[in-house]
């Protein structure tokens, strides 16, 4: 997605914001990832396709803001 609309997408998250303004650079493309009701920005992708993942093991996790 664009820059604006990526902004318009995340308009409710101050850290997104931020990350969108200072990570996106202007006239680039960023990506957004849904899982569910769980939207994030990424500037990924990190793997080609999730069939790829065979198994996955959460040892830790930690919400953030």
Avoid: W
Avoid at 3 to 12: G, H, I, T, V
């Amino acid at each position: 997605m664009t820059k604006p609309e990526s902004l318009d997408l995340f308009k409710a998250n101050p850290l997104k914001i931020q990350l969108n303004s200072s990570k996106v650079k202007e006239n680039e493309l960023t990506t957004s990832y849904r899982y569910g009701v769980f939207i994030n920005l990424c500037l990924g992708p990190h793997i080609p396709n999730l069939n790829m993942i065979k198994s996955l093991h959460i040892t830790k996790n930690s919400a953030t803001n």
